[in-house]
């Protein structure tokens, strides 16, 4: 199974919503929350091209981007194979 990093807030719905999505299919991941880490924050905008919103999602260090763009990813069926690439 690929690796999955997420990065996210406490009180962001749209961060929820992807670690649902991503527990649901029974994806391990590791969550970065950047709530109070200003630095984090500043490593993860580095890592996804100067987007600021969180989530940001990471898998296998290939940016994936955010909640819309993993749930896209799922609708065209193409998240199990990005998942499984890397197995």
């Known amino acids: 199974m690929a690796k999955v ?3 996210t807030t406490m009180f962001c719905p ?3 919503a992807a670690k649902r999505l991503l527990q649901e ?3 391990e991941f ?3 929350d950047v709530t109070m880490d ?3 924050r500043g490593r993860m905008r580095e890592r996804a ?3 600021n919103s969180v ?3 990471f898998i296998d260090e290939k940016h994936v981007g955010g ?3 993993l749930h896209a990813l799922e609708r065209q069926g193409r998240l199990d194979d990005l998942l499984q690439e890397a197995a």
Do not use: L
């Open 67 to 69: 909640c819309d763009d």
């Open 5 to 7: 990093v997420i990065y």
């Open 49 to 51: 091209g100067g987007r």
């Open 55 to 57: 989530p940001q999602i």
């Open 38 to 40: 200003p630095a984090e």
């Open 25 to 27: 299919k029974g994806v």
């Open 30 to 32: 590791q969550e970065i």
């Open 14 to 16: 749209y961060c929820h």
